[in-house]
């Protein structure tokens, strides 16, 4: 099996002529219809908001194609408070979800007014102290702890996970809470990650339902929204069947008419925070093959490493290679295809199956739109790629330049040698 590239070689020859390799590719059309049918799962409900979570694909550029589709951020540092800020996504379209969190960072998302979305039960004297009081509308992350389950397989471990709230903690903040002025509640949770499965926010939706259920009850909150978070996965693996999201939104609806509206809550938003699905598919790696070695095993050398995308080199990820122009030849040689970092696992994919690999040749990384040039880094003096967009209509975008040595030396420039630097 494999998987078929949103780009011809002819159309990355033409880019790499003027922005030259390696370089991360963005899909304008497969980005549109993937929110387009999010938000027809999620139409049942009034409510509805995804907030993308801006760690996975901090780029602007990418943010206000979402915007248009009135989707908010999901932000967990002031950076990307300033990028939502930026584009115009200020007060409810700001979800602050973070941890170990500075006191400026919490003021800085009240004085934008954004929902802060508290890591834990001591967080609520930190926002008072910055921000001078509650505010009005807030929100708790919830851990329930143990394994996660579905069927008979473990998903997860949130017990070892350090976010969130325990089920006796989120009663007592919702109560301290409320006698301080919050009016209006939210809860969060998130329990997996990249989960190739509709089962996953059912199953999380009906344990947070019958939380709010029970919060209301025993404590008289007036809890508006639930946030089922990020969590739904894609299928690196060309042999994973992808998630639907019609039956995941299908699965998410029945448990609200199953367990909020018979509890008198049939006015609370459900709201998400995905990265990975709303991005991932539709980014790619774009690089160039430019050596290749013959000793204990075959080598091709690129012309990116894992400072353009390290999640093979640090979890050891499966991402799909196609290599342009032949991607129906036969996949007869056996590949270590690798990167330039003095480090041994600088490999974007071991032993793997690929059509004869010539010098010159363009590799298209598959799903790097999220957690790719975002994780990105300079060891080695390496510099960060360009991010190039791909439009509707065929035409493409420069949407970050690529790094330069004067970015690379540029927080030197209070030393007397800085100028010899970037001669």
């Known amino acids: 099996m494999s998987k078929i590239p949103f780009v011809s070689k002819e159309k990355v020859e033409e880019i790499a002529s003027v922005y030259p390799t390696p370089f991360h590719l963005y899909d304008e059309s497969g980005i549109r219809k993937n929110v387009e049918n999010l938000k027809k799962a999620f139409s049942w409900n009034k409510g509805y908001k995804e907030y993308f979570a801006v760690k996975a694909t901090p780029n602007p550029f990418l943010i206000k194609i979402l915007q248009e589709y009135g989707c908010g951020c999901d932000c967990s540092s002031a950076p990307e408070l300033m990028i939502s800020k930026a584009i115009g996504a200020v007060g409810d379209d700001i979800m602050f979800s973070s941890n170990d969190t ?18 834990d039960i001591t967080h609520i004297e930190a926002v008072e102290k910055a921000c001078g009081k509650l505010p009005k509308k807030m929100s708790c992350r919830y851990n329930p702890g143990g394994v996660f389950k579905i069927t008979n397989d473990i998903m997860d471990n949130p017990g070892d996970a350090k976010y969130g709230m325990t089920t006796e903690q989120i009663y007592e903040a919702f109560a301290i809470m409320k006698e301080k002025g919050v009016e209006e509640f939210g809860i969060h949770s998130f329990l997996c990650s990249n989960t190739v499965t509709n089962e996953y ?41 992808p998630n639907d999201i019609f039956v995941i939104g299908e699965g998410v609806r029945k448990a609200y008419e199953e367990t909020l509206i018979p509890a008198g809550m049939d006015d609370v938003s459900i709201y998400t925070e995905l990265g990975r699905y709303m991005m991932g598919p539709y980014g790619a790696l774009i690089t160039k093959a430019i050596n290749e070695k013959h ?15 390290m999640r093979p080199a640090i979890y ?18 056996k590949y270590d295809v690798t990167g330039s970092l003095c480090e041994n696992c600088d490999k974007f994919a071991v032993d793997r199956m690929l059509p004869e690999i010539d010098m010159g040749d363009y590799l298209f990384i598959h799903d790097a739109g999220a957690h790719g040039f975002s994780m990105g880094y300079n060891y080695n003096g390496k510099l ?7 439009k509707e209509d065929g035409s493409f975008q420069l949407i970050r330049r690529a790094e330069t040595a004067e970015d690379y030396f540029a927080t030197f420039d209070c030393f007397d040698f800085y100028n010899d630097l970037i001669k």
């Open 316 to 333: 050891g990820a499966y991402h799909h290679i196609t290599v342009l122009g032949k991607e129906n030849e036969p996949c007869d040689k």
């Open 201 to 241: 926010y059912p199953m999380l939706a009906k344990i947070l339902f019958e939380l709010a259920a029970d919060l209301k009850k025993k404590l008289g909150v007036h809890i508006t929204f639930i946030n089922l978070s990020g969590g739904i996965g894609i299928p690196y693996r060309p042999d994973q069947e």
């Open 295 to 309: 000793t204990h095993k075959e080598y091709i050398g690129v012309d990116a490493c894992a400072a353009n995308l």
């Open 102 to 119: 500075p006191l400026e960072e919490f003021k800085m998302c009240n004085d934008l007014g954004g929902i802060i979305n508290l890591d």
């Open 384 to 390: 960060r790629s360009s991010e190039i967009l791909l």
